[in-house]
């Protein structure tokens, strides 16, 4: 295997190797991290980079593309019959693009957005002062309730009407509970403003059924696809039956040529694969182990006597305030991580800490589902970061924990087995409840 670039490239070869071996070693607990099927990387990997195409299937730039039509118009079928969207277009390079085309099409420099402050769990690209969206745009941030932590629509809908925003988004990267799309877009309407879903990191909870869909409410739904949906590193726009019949055109322009050039071939590929996959009973029965796998790690991590952010979860990640526990949160991580237990560091809300240090820390629990870890080993994890992060571990400890890890992660070696569909039960009755 790379036998080639072994040979061509020793130095990146090694890097990759250590990369590798890193990912079989490590307990993966980053909330945005995901593995993909061989399939996807196969895809990714494929010819199909050197193959240059712009513009759509049917009106290419470029010659040569008949195989690029069949293949995009493939991709593009999958993700309207998985998300039951009207359109969706999959040549956004990632997640973070896909809300910049939105931005082209309904907004003109200055132009005021109202979106999740990053401190309570929003993403950089929805306004942070120091992104091209906050130097080009008016960015204002709603905010949790200082009590229970939780969203408070009709706060939300107070200053939406103070500030009359152009557009409103809805959707966070570190907010462990559900969003009530259909509530944003009464917000919406209330105020004439565009509504969009940025559902990157439930998007796979989404699709199949476990988070209500943003897309019966949104103007415009924007995703990732490496998160839980178990994609290549890429992005998505889908809009909704809804939706007024010109925003597929001007979405189209607005992405290319509006913000960026040449299809990335090999991806719109792997995204094919993914949503395929994303079809399967295994994909949805894993999702729901994702959903299992969370709240056995919540609840556990409660009874030793850590303190989530909004007290639980809903969804893939939970949050952990360490104030407590007398560490921060960039104390914790590099603690874990000498364990070969990987999170991140992560701000809560109201959170005194500046962003390179943080008051806790974020942890999900997708990309150890997919490997195949489940309710048993999620307990083993809760002990083992509360050896590590209550009171400072010895050295015999640390070894014992770095032991632990390490037979876990030998017991999943490797995540091919989750995609076979032997033996997958799932069932509708059998579906996570989901909290109001």
């Known amino acids: 295997m790379n036998a080639d670039l072994q040979t061509s490239d020793p130095d990146v070869f090694a890097i990759i190797n250590r990369e590798s071996q890193r990912q079989r070693d490590n307990i993966e ?40 039509d069949e293949l ?17 277009n999959l040549e956004p390079y990632t997640g973070s693009q896909a809300n910049q085309a939105v931005y082209l099409t309904v907004l003109k420099r200055g132009d005021r957005i109202l979106g999740m402050d990053l401190g309570h769990g929003g993403h950089l690209s929805h306004g942070a002062k120091f992104t091209m969206t906050g130097k080009y745009y ?15 629509y009709d706060r939300i809908e107070a200053k939406a009407k103070e500030i009359r925003p152009q557009l409103i988004i809805a959707g966070a990267s570190a907010y ?14 209330a105020v004439g403003a565009f509504l ?11 699709a199949t059924g476990l988070h209500p869909s943003p897309i019966p409410h949104a103007h415009f739904v924007t995703t990732s696809t490496q998160k839980t949906l178990r994609g290549p ?13 010109d925003f597929a055109r001007k979405i189209d322009s607005a992405v290319f040529p509006g913000v960026q050039g040449a299809v990335h071939v090999h991806a719109i ?7 395929k996959e994303a079809m399967s009973g295994s994909f949805a029965a894993s999702q729901l182990q994702t959903l299992e796998n969370t709240r056995i790690l919540a609840e556990d991590l409660m009874a030793r006597g850590f303190r989530l952010v909004s007290g639980g979860t809903d969804n893939h990640l939970m949050l952990l305030d360490l104030r407590d526990k007398g560490i921060t949160g960039k104390e914790a991580e590099d603690r874990l991580a000498s364990v070969r237990i990987t999170v991140n560091k992560n701000m809560l809300p109201y959170d005194s800490q500046k962003a390179t240090v943080c008051s806790g820390i974020r942890v999900g629990t997708a990309a150890i589902t997919t490997r195949g870890f489940g309710s048993e080993e999620m307990h083993c994890i809760a002990d083992l970061i509360d050896k590590m992060l209550s009171g400072e571990p010895t050295v015999s400890t640390i070894t014992k924990v770095r032991e632990k890890v390490s037979r876990l992660c030998r017991q999943h070696p490797h995540i091919d087995s989750i995609y076979s569909e032997e033996g997958a039960k799932f069932t509708l009755e059998s579906q996570y409840q989901l909290q109001s």
């Open 29 to 68: 607990l980053i909330a945005s991290a995901n593995f993909t099927s061989r399939a996807v990387l196969e895809a990714t990997g494929s010819i199909l980079t050197n193959k240059v195409a712009e513009g759509y299937p049917g009106r290419r730039y470029f010659s040569g593309c008949e195989n690029i």
């Open 72 to 88: 995009e118009n493939l991709a593009i079928e999958r993700a309207k019959q998985l998300f039951a969207a009207a359109y969706a």
């Open 138 to 152: 008016d960015c204002h941030f709603y905010h949790v309730d200082p009590d229970t932590e939780r969203l408070d």
């Open 176 to 189: 462990p509970r559900i969003i009530d799309f259909q509530r944003f877009r009464e917000i919406a309407d």
């Open 196 to 206: 969009l879903a940025d559902m990157a990191h439930i998007c796979g909870l989404v």
């Open 233 to 245: 590193r890429s992005g998505m726009i889908l809009l909704g039956k809804h939706s007024a019949p």
């Open 269 to 275: 590929a792997a995204k094919a694969v993914m949503l």
